[in-house]
């Protein structure tokens, strides 16, 4: 089957666009942005109404500049709309590191609107869109190795496009299992609550644990696999 | 093993977890959910193997010119992803339908899919087609791919081109070349054919003295006189083949060389055809003697030798080829055919040589059983500019003073022009009508 190489540009323009409205909407909630708001109340009162607009073009544009036409810097792009969104992020933190140093007031404007769920959401929007942002890029690089080479186009663009239909299912996978580790993990956390309450060692040394779990299992998975001959 | 792909996910997965847990941030920690899940999502799933690669193309006989289909039947059994499949292609093949580097998609299923292309075989040799090369990706690189090659390698022969021999054949006339098509061969074993009484020489079977005949002649002191027979067969044709250098004129695909070799081939087969016996000496490459015999066999020995031939960095080895074949050409007397081109520069040896065998062969006969095949260089490439057009005409005008004196000489000569016409119809030209 062969699909337009438009809409695959499109769609990767509009998961730049998504990223930035989460980027845009989470720092949006944020109190640090209604004091920037304030400061720029005093300077030029007239583009109040639409900052939030403008950070999120300005956003979106860095991200279709760098991604569709220079094609890379999707990292910094992704890292700025995280940057964009941690004020928002940093006031989950359970661990109080601003009181700790003694930065009570910058501990202020470290606070949002939205709820964890909300967050959550924002948060795994970001991501996803940057996978599917970075797969996609890396699919089109490796269709366009491929015609270069000299193969046959229509072979190239049926695997083109039946590789993007594998990235949505591995995604939408992903996603759904993160989703239900998250449930899992609040579930868990309800029935530990009162057992951890009563933990007396740090909470890092069961994420070690935890992590550790997991790239065991990431290496039987991958070291279980013989090479074909 | 994994790849820069996923090792960069797992990094950021166990950057943002380690954030999480020391700032105590479960949406960073949920966040850093992501990119894990998807790397054990998509390692889960293995890159295409376990292929299995048949061919099914017929690799017999080859003649240049012709187009031949390759295929290959790809059972692919594992995996999700792309298939890559690739075949090196030997030298002097043209891509004419198809590609011989392919992709295919390998769904959930075992899945059977066809490799084919097909190619045109431009220069005659001898060629090998290496084993199928193959590489298996995973559906979003995350896994290191998987290549190899499987099958055997092929050899395939592609044969110059061969005459059309029933238009030569079924031309009604007379010959200009001194070779008729029911000439007898002075050597071999003898029939019952009568032909002459002639006297008795040393060596003559006592039987074949004709004794009445004898003694009709009077007088005592004269030679027995003995019946003389037709001899089995037809004549030898002597093909001298000029394998030189400078007749690379062209292209590596079209070049006089390569025409020469057409020449010789096409020679072989329409002569052996009719029953001759045709013996060989390739010059200014070395010196090589194809000794003289009838029958398919001899064509395909002839032949296979032309397949490999290289040209030669010599350019004076005619009169010692002509030398080399003496005891040849003095015991059957034969048709002797040399193909060469008279517009390089050491053409004088080829007229050095026809007088040499001028002086073997022509005292004879009445007209020199030699025809020279002069393959024409200078049209073998289109001329792009003035100059060189102009470049041609000064060639073939320095080309015909030689032709000319090889025709006064007694030989024949065929002027062709691969250019313009084929060799069968250069051959037929020859043979016109007089």
Known sequence: MRISNWVFQTAEGAF???MSLCGTATLASSKLFTSFQGFIRVRVPGIVPYTALIIGVVLFLIGMFLIMVKNRGRGFFAALVVLVALPSILSFDSLDLFRLLKLDSVRAQFTTKLNSAEMTALGAGIITCYL??????????????????????SGTDSVYFKSHLGLLAITAIALTIAVLIMGLAWGIELVSHTAMAHWSGSLFVVGLGCVLLLITYVYWVVSRRKPSS | MLTKY??????????????????????????????????????????PGDLLIRKTWNSSRIWVGDTIEIKYEVTVRKGLGPVFLFQDLPAHFALVEGNNF???????????????????CTKRGIYTFFPVKWESNHVLKLTQPHV???????????????????RVKNLKGISSVPFPVNDIARMGVATTDFREIRSYVYGDPIKNINWKATARVSSPDSWPLTNEYEVEGKKTVWLFLDAAGELEIGTNIQNAFEYCIEAANALTYY???????????????????????AGKKQFLKISRHLLGLRPGMRNDEFLSAIEKSRQYILGNAPLCVIITGLDSKHAD????????????LGRRRQK??????????YNIMPAHRELDENARVLLKLRTRPKIQELRRLGAAVLDWSPARESFGTALIRQMRVR
């Open chain 2, 349 to 360: 040896t080829i007229t050095a040589g026809v007088k040499q065998l001028h002086r073997m």
């Open chain 2, 6 to 47: 996923s090792l960069k996910f797992i990094a950021i997965f166990i950057f943002s977890l380690l954030l999480g847990l020391i700032l105590g941030n479960r949406i960073i920690i949920a966040m850093s959910l992501l990119p894990l899940s998807f790397i054990l999502v998509g390692i889960i799933l293995e890159s």
């Open chain 1, 16 to 18: 730049i666009a998504i």
């Open chain 2, 102 to 120: 392919q992709v295919f998609w390998k769904g959930w299923h075992s899945g059977n899919y066809t490799f084919a292309y097909k190619i045109c």
């Open chain 2, 271 to 293: 002569y052996i055809n009719q029953g001759y016996r045709v013996g060989m000496y390739i010059f200014n490459g070395g010196g090589e003697l194809l000794y003289p015999d």
């Open chain 2, 148 to 166: 190899g090659d499987s099958g055997e390698s092929v050899e395939i022969q592609v044969h110059p081109k061969i005459l059309n021999i029933r």
């Open chain 1, 132 to 153: 599917l942002i970075n797969f996609m890029s890396l699919l089109r690089k490796s269709r366009n190795d491929i015609a270069a080479q000299g193969a046959d186009l």
């Open chain 2, 368 to 377: 020199l059983p030699v025809m020279v095949v002069n393959v024409a260089g």
